[in-house]
Each structure stands twice: as C-alpha cells, then as structure tokens.
Nanobody, 123 residues
Framework: QVQLVESGGGLVQAGGSLRLSCAAS????????MGWFRQAPGKEREFVAT????????YYADSVKGRFTISRDNAKNTVYLQMNSLKPEDTAVYYC????????????????WGQGTRVTVSS
C-alpha cells in the first residue's frame, strides 16, 4: 500500500551535515505518522525522530535533540531528516517508516519501512 525510499546518505566528517529524504508512494500520505530509525552494526534498530500525521508535532530521541530536525512536505509525499553536528556515533543505516494516523507509535506499530540509506561519519 505504501512504499518508502530513502536517499541522501553518504560519508561525512564529524561536525558536518546531511539531509535525508524519504519519498513515499501511495494514497493519503498526509494521514501517516512518519518516523526515522537507525541501526548501527551489531546493534538493535533504534528510534530517532517522529512527526505526527496532523499538527506537525515532533519528538526526538535524546541522543539527537538539538542536532536533528524532522520535517515533512505533504505536497511532495516526502519526509526529511536534517542532521547537523554529526558525530561518529551517528553512523548507521537510517530507515524511514510510516503508520496510519499514528499517535506517538512505538517501533513495532510502524507498518511500512524503506530499505534504508547509509550514513557514515568519520572522525
């Protein structure tokens, strides 16, 4: 029903910035709460940020507060993750996810996932 494709990952030096994009195909994108997650080698997938389907409310993991910003453009069916002041510990595969009219959903409540985009931060 919903397909998600991430892009924008790459190699960046510590202190640098990247902007990830997640393009969605499917109906009623504006009715989906969107989230960003990441998974580092040997670690479990962890929550990064989420933006509600209505109202634009956002929530962030403590590890990225003040550095990352999630936003969405419903006209373009796209959600973004602006990452500033990157640290080596931000290195991971970043995944975009969606859930229908979710309200602060936990990871297991997300129904749709992209394939991920790699972010590598060098020291």
């Amino acid at each position: 029903q919903v397909q998600l494709v991430e892009s924008g990952g790459g190699l960046v030096q510590a202190g640098g910035s990247l902007r990830l994009s997640c393009a969605a195909s499917g109906r009623t994108f504006s009715s989906y709460t969107m989230g960003w997650f990441r998974q580092a080698p040997g670690k479990e997938r962890e929550f990064v940020a989420t933006i509600r389907w209505i109202g634009g409310n956002t929530y962030y993991a403590d590890s990225v507060k003040g550095r990352f910003t999630i936003s969405r453009d419903n006209a373009k069916n796209t959600v973004y993750l602006q990452m500033n002041s990157l640290k080596p510990e931000d290195t991971a595969v970043y995944y975009c996810a969606a859930v229908w009219r979710g309200s602060w959903p936990v990871i297991n409540e997300y129904d749709y996932w992209g394939q991920g985009t790699r972010v590598t931060v060098s020291s």
